[in-house]
C-alpha cells in the first residue's frame, strides 16, 4: 500500500468525531505491522474522558488513542483521527485525493506513517506515532493522552498548514447565550417578556465589544453561530439561546470579562469550550505560517514535549464539500517531517 493508497483507505473509513473505533482499529493494525518489521511496540490508549457530558453524551463508548513507539520516543508525530461531518468517500484524480478527512487529517497520518517508516530504514529511532480521538469537538484524545506522557522532548502535530511551520495558533472561546422570558399571546406583548429581544439585545452588544490583537496572530474574530427559540409566531417567546465563538489571540482573560461585562446578567452566559493561544517554535531552513484554527496542542500543554505545528493540505477546504489533499504536499510532507525529525533529535 503506497501513501496515496493508505490516505484514501483512512478517508473511507468513517470516524466522525465519537465514532472512531473503526478507524484507530485500522490504524493499530497497520501500525503493528511497522512495529513487527522495526522492533516497535503499539498499544491503544483508552479515552473515558468526556468534558461536557451534558452537551455531549458518550455516544459511542470504545474510543481510543493509538501510540506507536520504537526506543524512548525522543520525537512524537501526532494528529487526530476524527473527522467532521458529514462522512463522504474518496476519490482520486491526477493532482488530488478527496473526500472528508482528507486534509484534515488523513493525509496527514499517512504522511506521518511513511516518514516514520523510512526513518526506521535509514537507523533513526526514538520516535513515537500518537493518534487521538476527539480533536474536532473537545480535544478529549489529547487531554487523556497528557495523563500519561512517554518522556517525548518534542511534539510535531499535524494540521494542513500547506506545509508551513506554523509560529502560532488562535485560541477558541465558545460560549451559549441564554436568554429568559415569560410567554404571553402576541396581541398583549406587555403582559409577557420577550427572550428573543433580550438575546438579541445581548448579541448586539457583544458584536461591539472591542477584542484584542496580537503583533503575530493578528485579530481576534467572532462568529455567531447559531440561534433558536421562541414557541410560534403568536407566542412572546419565553426562551431563546445562541451559540458564539471567538477566535482568541491570547489568554482569553480579557474577553472572557469583557462578554460578561457586555451582557450585565441580563442573560446567562455559558462557557462550553476554552482553548488558549499558543505561540510555537521554528526551525532553520522551513518556511512559516500562522494559523487561525485551534489545535490539541494546548491541550496536550508540555507532556509531549515542545510543540510544533505542520501539515500538508490546505484549511480552507477543510469541513467544506471541497475537502482535498494536493498529493504534491503529502509526498513532500513525507520528507518534511523526516527532516523535521532528525534536526530535534540530534
Known sequence: MNVFELTRALVDIESITENEERVGNALFAHLSELATRHGG???????????????????????????????????TLSTHIDTVPPFFPSREDETHIWGRGSCDTKGIIASMIFATGELLQEGV????????????????????AAKHPRGSKFLINGEPTENKLALGSKGALRLEVVASGRMAHSAYPELGDSAILKLLDALNTLRHVALPTDPILGASTMNIGTISGGRAPNVIPDQARAEVFIRLVDDGNATRAAARKAVNGKV???????????????????????????????????????????????????????????????????????????????
Open 268 to 346: 446567562d452566559l455559558n462557557e462550553v469550550l476554552f482553548v488558549p493561544a499558543v505561540h510555537l517554535g521554528s526551525l532553520p531552513g522551513f518556511e512559516t505560517t500562522v494559523v487561525a484554527y485551534t489545535t490539541d496542542i494546548p491541550s496536550f500543554g508540555d507532556s509531549w514535549g515542545r510543540p510544533y505545528l505542520l501539515g500538508p493540505g490546505s484549511i480552507h477546504v477543510a469541513h467544506t464539500s471541497e475537502e482535498r489533499i494536493p498529493k504534491r504536499e503529502i509526498l513532500e510532507a513525507i520528507q518534511i517531517y523526516k527532516r523535521m525529525v532528525k534536526q530535534l533529535i540530534q
Open 41 to 75: 511496540h503499539v498499544e491503544r490508549l483508552p479515552v473515558e474522558a468526556n468534558r461536557f457530558p451534558n452537551r455531549f453524551p458518550n455516544r459511542f463508548p470504545n474510543r481510543f488513542n493509538v501510540l506507536a513507539w520504537w526506543g524512548d520516543p525522543v520525537v
Open 125 to 144: 529511532s526514538n520516535l513515537a506515532l500518537l493518534f487521538v480521538v476527539g480533536e474536532e469537538r473537545n480535544s478529549t484524545g489529547a487531554i487523556e
